[in-house]
């Protein structure tokens, strides 16, 4: 039931989003064609429960303008926007695919290896600020480098894998590390505290996805003919 429950937030939400802003009657159509409803609309009380959930799981407020009696979301900041749109996109996604059991054969997916095993904790690492240690198994090495310690300041996702850059502790230096090279992770019980003066966008605003250098940046002007 609280699967279900989610499916339905992430429906409303994708809903309104598309189309911008939507009266009552007009989501009310909608949902009676979506494999949620069973055909029957959807209550006006239901309606309002689910707006405040939600609010609360997800930071998103659906408000309402008062001269249309039309529902919309209310924007945040670019940032947080952003990693909003990609969680529920990769949810939505989800959605559907759980209901395209039929044509399975027909759905080619690209496997995204770093996500199933290292994602959660390097998330718990940085929601709980304790460093993780992991051994690592570089591209270019075939021994890996045992018991890294890592303190992570940001998560980035590239070409359909996912990277951390945080301080290496041993060696004082700022590093990333791909989560699909690591094994053998587990947080530590000590906290640490990112620098108040990182800034992790100001830190690959000039990057070409994981490869970070601190080398001055260039402005290059192209000229070409018609």
Not at 60 to 71: A, D, G, Q, R
Request: hydrophobic share 35%; proline share 5%; with cysteine.
């Amino acid at each position: 039931m609280a699967r279900d429950l989610f499916s339905r937030y992430i429906w409303l939400i994708d809903t309104i989003r598309r189309y911008g802003s939507l009266t009552r009657d007009e989501i009310n159509r909608l949902w009676m064609k979506s494999p949620y409803s069973n055909g029957e609309p959807l209550p006006r009380r239901t309606f309002y429960t689910y707006r405040n959930a939600i609010e609360e799981l997800f930071k998103i407020n659906i408000e309402c303008n008062p001269s249309t009696f039309e529902y919309y979301i209310e924007q945040s900041n670019d940032h947080y926007e952003s990693v909003m749109n990609w969680l529920l996109n990769s949810a939505s996604i989800g959605n559907l695919l759980n209901d395209a059991h039929d044509i399975a054969d027909s759905i080619f997916l690209e496997n995204v290896p770093s996500a199933r095993e290292f994602l959660s904790i390097t998330v718990d690492s940085l929601k709980e600020h304790r460093p993780m240690k992991f051994d690592y198994h570089p591209y270019t090495r075939l021994n890996p480098t045992r018991d890294i310690v890592l303190e992570p300041y940001f998560l980035k996702i590239f070409k359909q894998r996912w990277y951390v850059t945080g301080r290496n502790v041993k060696e004082d230096v700022i590093k990333t590390y791909a989560l699909d090279r690591m094994s053998e992770a587990t947080l530590l019980p000590s906290v640490y505290e990112v620098p108040e003066d990182f800034d992790a966008e100001a830190y690959f605003r000039d990057s070409y996805g994981i490869i970070f250098d601190e080398g001055e940046v260039k402005h290059v002007a192209v000229r070409t003919d018609s």
